[in-house]
Structure formats: C-alpha cells, structure tokens
C-alpha cells in the first residue's frame, strides 16, 4: 500500500489543510479514504479530485454545489450541466449588481456636494431603497428626477 498517501502528504501536494481535507471528507466532498492501522490512506488520483474541488471553489462553486456536481458527474452525466448553468446565471446575476454598484459609487464621487448624504440625489435613492426597490432601481430613480 506504499502507492498510497497519508492525509498529510496529500496536504502537501495540493496546499489545502489536513483540516480542510477532513472537512471535506464530512461533506462528501472528498470519498472516505482507506485506513490502515486508523490513519486515512488516498489513493494518488486524489490529488487530481483535490485540484479539481479547488478550481470550482475558486470559478465560485460553493462546497455544497461541488459534492452535488461530483455526484452528478457519476449519474446520468446531464447534472453538472445543470448545475453550471445555474451558477453561470448566478454569476452574471452578481455581476450585474457590482456593475450597479460600480456605477453608484462613480455617480457618488462625481457629486458635487462636500457631504454625500445631503446630495437630493443620494437622499431620494435611500428613500427608493427603503420603498422596496432593488439598488439599480434606486440609482435610476435618483438619476432620473
């Protein structure tokens, strides 16, 4: 069983934590390695499953949706589709809101007004927002008066 690794060894080929790795276990992230004599022994091609939970989690992947993704990837083959695609949605979602907030934040330093909060302005987006409107909403109610 030389060809194996110990939890700690796999640490150091993929630079993620024996903690993490553990936690990832729990999660389902990772499969229950072998023991031997009670200490985890990975096969090699762990390494790769590592790499490959590292790169989801750094496209935005959450740790639940990666176990629901390397779940999927045994099934049918159709889930992890699915899955980006609501994640592709999710991320164009997010940028849609920083690029608001982007523009806020521009319109904000642009004003004209030594204290922003008494810009008409800024005050009638705050009042927008307290109404219910979104924060695109907001600003386009406060640019639009």
Known sequence: MAEHLTIGELARRTGVATSALRYWEDLGVLPAPTRVSGRRRYPPST???VGLV???RGVGFTLREIATFLAARTSDGTGWRELYQRKLAELDHRIAQAQTARTAIAHGL???HDDITGCPRFTSGIA???EGASLEEAHERAHSA
Do not use: K
Request: charged letters at 10%; glycine letters at 0%.
């Open 47 to 49: 390494v790769e499953l």
């Open 54 to 56: 590292l790169l989801l």
């Open 110 to 112: 642009a004003c004209s």
């Open 128 to 130: 927008a927002l307290l």
